[in-house]
C-alpha cells in the first residue's frame, strides 16, 4: 500500500498541466508594450513629468545663453578656448562609453592611448587651422618668428611621426585574449577623432573669420532645436523618425519656420576677422556684404500697392541658405546621435547639463552645421581674389624687414623690365 501511495503521489513539476500553467504564465508576461513607446515613440505630450524636465531644460539653457553672451563680450580667443573645452568633455562622455570596468584592470593604463591620439589630432588640426594666425602673432619678435616658422614648415612630420609613435604603442599593449577589446578601442577612437572632432573643429575657422559666422550657424541651430522642442512638446503627435521620441514632425515643421523668421534680424557687429591671436577689440568696415542692397518691385503690380521695393543685405540671402540647411539636414546630426544611443542602450550620453543630457547631446547637430557654415563660407561668401590691402597686409605680418626689403628690390626690377620692354 505504501508503494502503491507512493505511485499515485503528485508527479514532478513537469506535468503537462504544469507546463500548461507555466506557458500561460510566461504569456501574460508577454505585455504588448504601448503603442507610443514602442520604437521611440514616447512623445512628451505624454510623459507625466514634461513640464519639471521643461523648467529643467528652461533654466539650463538660459545659464547657457548667459555664458555665451559672456565670451561673446570677451571675444574670440575665449570663444575658441570654450570650443576646445567643449570637444574635450565631449571626447571624454564617448571614451566612457565603451569603456568596460574589467577589461580596463586588465590594462592599466589603456586608456592614455585614447587621449594620446586625441591630442595629436588637436595639435594637427589646429596647426593647420591657425598658423598663419599665430606666424602674425609674433611678427614683432624676430626669434620667435623664426621659431614659429620652422614649427609650422615641418608641422606635418611632426603630428605624423606623433601618431606613429601611438600606433607602435599600441601594438605593444596588445595582451592575448585582450585582442578584440583593444582593437574595438583603437576603431572607437579613431571614429570619435573623424566624426565628432575633426567636424566641430571647423568650428575654430568660422570664429576667426568673423564671430558672425560663429554665431548665426550656432544660433540658426539653438533657435531650430528650440522651436521644435516646443512645437513637439505642445502639439507634436507624429514621431518624426523612430529614433528620436523627442522629435515630431510638427516641431521640425515648426522649427523650421522659425529658422527662417530667424534670418530677418540684422547682424551689424563682430563682423570683423582676427588675422592674429590677440585680444584687442576690432575695428573695420564689414564691407558690402552686410550693407542694404534696394531691390524694387517690378512695375506692373498696381500703384496702390503699398511698397516699391524691398532692402536686403547681400548676408541675408546666405543666412537664408544657413537656416534651409539648419532646418532640413543638420538636425539629422540629433538623429545619428539618437540612434547610436539606442545602440548603447543609453538615453543620454551624459548628465553634465541638467536636462539636456551631456556636452554631446547637446552638440550633435552643432557638428554638422559647424563644417557645412565653413565650406559655404570658403566656397560662396569668401572673395575669390585677394585685394591689394590683403596682399599688403600679408607680406607686413609674414616678412621680416630683411625679406621686405628685397621683396621691394625685386619688385622695382620687375616694374623696370615691364617699363623699358626688357625680357
Known sequence: ???????????????????????KRTKSLE????????????????????????????????????????????????????????????????????????????????????WYFFFTAMLYVYGRILRQHLVNTVTSDNFCHKLVNGLIKYHMVICYFLYIAGMMWFILTLKKKMYKYQFGQYA??????????????????????????????????AVNDVAAYLFGFFFGRTPLIKLSPKKTWEGFIGGSVATLANILTQFQWMTCPRMDLSTGWLNCDPGPLFN?????????????????????????????????????????????????????????????????????DRMDCQMVMAIFAYIYFQSFVLPPTNSVEMIVDQIVRSLSL??????????????????????
Open 31 to 114: 505585455v504588448i508594450a504601448d503603442v507610443s513607446k514602442m520604437n521611440g515613440g514616447e512623445l512628451l505630450l505624454n510623459d507625466e513629468n514634461k513640464y519639471k524636465s521643461m523648467w529643467i531644460r528652461t533654466y539650463s539653457s538660459l545659464w547657457m545663453v548667459g555664458y555665451v553672451i559672456m565670451i561673446l563680450y570677451l571675444g574670440h580667443l575665449y570663444i575658441c578656448a570654450t570650443v576646445v573645452v567643449v570637444q574635450i568633455l565631449m571626447a571624454a562622455e564617448l571614451f566612457h562609453l565603451r569603456r568596460r570596468i574589467h577589461e580596463d584592470k586588465r590594462l592599466p593604463g589603456f586608456w592614455l592611448i585614447n
Open 292 to 360: 542694404l542692397d534696394y531691390y524694387p518691385f517690378p512695375k506692373y503690380l498696381p500703384r496702390w500697392f503699398p511698397w516699391k521695393g524691398v532692402s536686403i543685405a547681400p548676408v541675408q540671402w546666405h543666412a537664408l541658405c544657413l537656416g534651409l540647411f539648419a532646418s532640413i539636414i543638420a538636425p539629422f546630426g540629433g538623429f545619428f546621435a539618437s540612434g547610436l544611443k539606442r545602440a548603447f542602450k543609453i538615453k543620454d550620453f551624459g548628465d553634465s547639463i541638467p536636462g539636456h543630457g551631456g556636452f554631446t
Open 402 to 423: 630683411e625679406e621686405q626689403e628685397r621683396l621691394y628690390v625685386m619688385l622695382g626690377q620687375i616694374f623696370k623690365q615691364q617699363q623699358f620692354g626688357y625680357p
Open 188 to 221: 572607437w577612437t579613431h571614429m570619435i577623432l573623424i566624426v565628432v572632432f575633426t567636424q566641430s573643429s571647423f568650428t575654430v575657422a568660422n570664429i576667426f573669420e568673423g564671430i558672425f559666422w560663429f554665431i548665426l550657424p550656432a544660433t540658426l541651430i
Open 1 to 23: 500500500m505504501k508503494m502503491k501511495a507512493k505511485a499515485q503521489s503528485p508527479p514532478l513539476p513537469s506535468t503537462p498541466t504544469n507546463r500548461i500553467r507555466h506557458r
